[in-house]
Nanobody, 125 residues
Framework: QVQLVESGGGLVQAGGSLRLSCAAS?????????LGWFRQAPGKEREFVAV????????YYTDSVKGRFTISRDNAKNTVYLEMNSLKPEDTAAYYC?????????????????WGQGTQVTVSS
């Protein structure tokens, strides 16, 4: 059974940076999966943030984070990262990593097969 474990969340002031990590275990095939980050703020639906394909040569971002966030992966370590810069209070949310075989659109959260437990990011103004 694949497990995804996020880390790196915390409290940061607006304009600051955080780096989230998500380590996968329990399946050697995870390196062939698309890996994504989603977030959910209180009272809001879960939303797509970023995704990276299996070999890292394609990435996509939601418009609100373009130019500020960078997704990357290290298949040797079965880990995906989300580098977040110039953070804003509206980035405050629980951030989740997820893995998908890639059979549905990358923004479609039900299309992801495995999910982490989430890590909280809070940006103060």
């Amino acid at each position: 059974q694949v497990q995804l474990v996020e880390s790196g969340g915390g409290l940061v002031q607006a304009g600051g940076s955080l780096r989230l990590s998500c380590a996968a275990s329990g399946g050697t095939f995870i390196s062939t999966y698309r890996l994504g980050w989603f977030r959910q703020a209180p009272g809001k639906e879960r939303e797509f943030v970023a995704v990276i394909n299996w070999n890292g040569d394609r990435t996509y971002y939601t418009d609100s984070v373009k130019g500020r966030f960078t997704i990357s992966r290290d298949n040797a370590k079965n880990t995906v990262y989300l580098e977040m810069n110039s953070l804003k209070p509206e980035d405050t949310a629980a951030y989740y990593c997820a893995a998908s075989r890639g059979t549905t659109h990358y923004t479609y959260s039900p299309g992801y097969d495995y999910w982490g437990q989430g890590t909280q990011v809070t940006v103060s103004s």
